[in-house]
């Protein structure tokens, strides 16, 4: 048996599986904010979940950033009790057996490569529009080398422009992400009707895919993430058409399928 997990700001998806194809069994549950607590909840969860039986691997994603080794959260907005506790040892510990970190996006995106939207494609660049913005390029079915991580949503798309809540200025999430939207506008993105205001939102988008598409030079973009949901996608591939002048056609905006269980299968990807 195989335990994988979606670690969010708020929220942990918790699933295993028998063959690490198919994800048996899930629940969610929300995230204590003590670290300790934390890890005796995932072994707890997990136990009922397994019906008691031996895990045999551990993966998952935490939202936030990791640190170079992958054995812990280095900086988290959301869970800063969590930050720089050796997750993977004490996982590694709870459960005797090899545990497997990544980012939460990372993982989300990996899932969406593997077994949803991005079947097949070569280079996928798979993006996150929840409470903020993350993102991951996915090549070859495995997340692209990195150093620290991607961080599209911390590019600057406006110079000197809304504050953003990593301390910079300007940065793309500060325009699209839904905790952000909500301040600009006074309402939720799944509240927001006005198309002109929809309008505006899609060109900050397009703007940042622009950036993203001549950095990665992706087959396909996937959007995942709550915002992504009512982002009218025609508008958003409109003006990514017209701003990405130097490649001769723009790669196709697509919407995640494996929605919530999308981090559950990318963290089964992590295992193999
Ligand atoms: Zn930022």
């Known amino acids: ?41 995932l072994k707890k969860i997990t136990g009922e979940l397994s019906g008691g039986e031996k895990i045999e691997g551990v993966a998952g994603g935490i939202a936030g950033v990791l640190n ?25 510990k709870a459960f ?12 989300e995106g990996l899932g969406e490569a593997a077994k949803g939207t991005g079947q097949g494609k070569g280079i996928v660049a798979f993006i996150n529009i929840g409470t903020g913005i993350g993102g ?44 952000y ?4 506008y006074g309402q939720k ?10 309008d505006e939102i899609a060109k900050y988008l397009a703007i940042g895919l622009t950036n993203v598409a001549v950095h990665w030079s992706p087959d396909i973009f996937i959007l995942g993430g709550s915002v992504s949901r009512s982002i009218p996608l025609e508008k958003v591939q409109g003006y990514l058409n017209r701003f990405l002048t130097v490649f001769p056609q723009a790669p196709l905006i697509t919407k995640c399928s494996l929605d919530d269980d999308a981090g559950l299968y990318g963290a089964l990807e992590l295992l193999r």
Request: proline share 4%; aromatic share 8%.
């Open 136 to 179: 991951v390029r996915i090549v070859a079915g495995k997340i692209d080398k990195n150093s620290l991580g991607f961080e599209p949503g911390h590019q600057i798309i406006v110079p000197e422009g809304n504050l953003c809540t990593c301390g910079g200025k300007g940065h793309w999430e500060s325009y699209v992400g839904g905790s």
């Open 68 to 92: 170079h080794e992958k054995t812990a959260l280095a900086k988290s907005a959301h869970a800063s009790s969590w930050a720089g506790k050796p997750l993977k040892l004490e996982l590694e």
């Open 189 to 198: 993105g799944e509240n927001i009707t006005d198309p002109q205001i929809w």
């Open 96 to 107: 005797g057996c090899q545990a497997y970190l990544e980012n939460d996006t990372a993982i």
């Open 181 to 184: 939207l909500e301040k600009i």
């Open 1 to 41: 048996m195989y335990f994988v997990f979606d670690i969010g700001g708020t929220n942990m998806r918790l699933g295993v599986s028998p063959d690490g194809e198919t994800i048996k069994e899930s629940k969610i549950v929300s995230k204590p904010d003590d670290f300790g607590q934390g890890v005796l909840t």
